[in-house]
């Protein structure tokens, strides 16, 4: 897949270049607002989980893998790397894919604690160094009716969504509660914790 160029003005001369190592449309709008030039680049890699690995760690090591998915391609980059797991009590919940799958999912999480792990990494091709660090967000959903749920997903159809629903969109009125440090890590991108993360390699926003 070709690499896509976001249109904002080139970096200054002694920063490396932002790569965003994803095709997910919800990631690259919210690096936007960063206001900070970046290409993506596509990373495709197994998202499954290993033999006795716990959640947060598995996102985190997904966000690596992402990042060194694409490095070979990138030799004097700053890669960031972001995947999201969620869970419902020991349930692993991935992305629905159709509406009866999504149902399943929201009839489960009604009622109850989702937690949204977020892993971010940054990494510097340049030096092979590279930062990491995993967001989790609490979402508890409310008392869901079939009807609720059924046209929810009619109407936002986020079969490509961990969870099934998008708290920046309608899925906000299936919730009751969000506990979070950052908002943006229940969205797919933790931007706080990447802002740390770019002020270490010498990067301070905003620019």
Avoid: W
Avoid at 77 to 93: E, K, M, N
Avoid at 103 to 121: I, Y
Avoid at 128 to 144: A, G, I, N
């Amino acid at each position: 897949m070709a690499l896509k160029t976001d249109s904002k003005p080139a970096y200054p001369a002694d920063f490396l270049p932002l790569i965003l190592a994803s095709a997910s449309p919800y990631r690259q709008r919210q690096l936007k607002t960063l206001n900070m030039p970046f290409q993506t680049a596509p990373a495709n890699i197994e998202e499954n989980q290993q033999p006795d690995e716990g959640f947060e760690a598995m996102a985190g090591r997904l966000s690596q893998q992402k990042a060194y998915a694409i490095a070979k391609r990138f030799p004097q980059h700053l890669i960031i790397g972001s995947d999201q797991v969620a869970t419902q009590g020991s349930t692993l919940l991935r992305k629905a894919g159709n509406f009866d799958q999504a149902c399943k999912q929201l009839r489960l999480a009604s009622g109850s604690t989702v937690l949204f792990h977020t892993g971010l990494t940054l990494l510097n091709t340049q030096t092979d160094h590279y930062q990491q660090s995993v967001e989790t967000v609490k979402v508890t959903f409310r008392h869901l009716t079939d009807t609720q749920i059924e046209t929810y997903l009619s109407l936002e159809q986020p079969f490509d969504c961990a969870g099934s629903f998008k708290a920046e969109g309608l899925g906000i009125s299936l919730i009751s509660k969000i506990e979070c440090r950052d908002f943006n890590a229940l969205i797919g991108l933790p931007l706080m914790a990447l802002v740390d993360m770019l002020e270490k390699e010498g990067i301070s926003l905003p620019l």
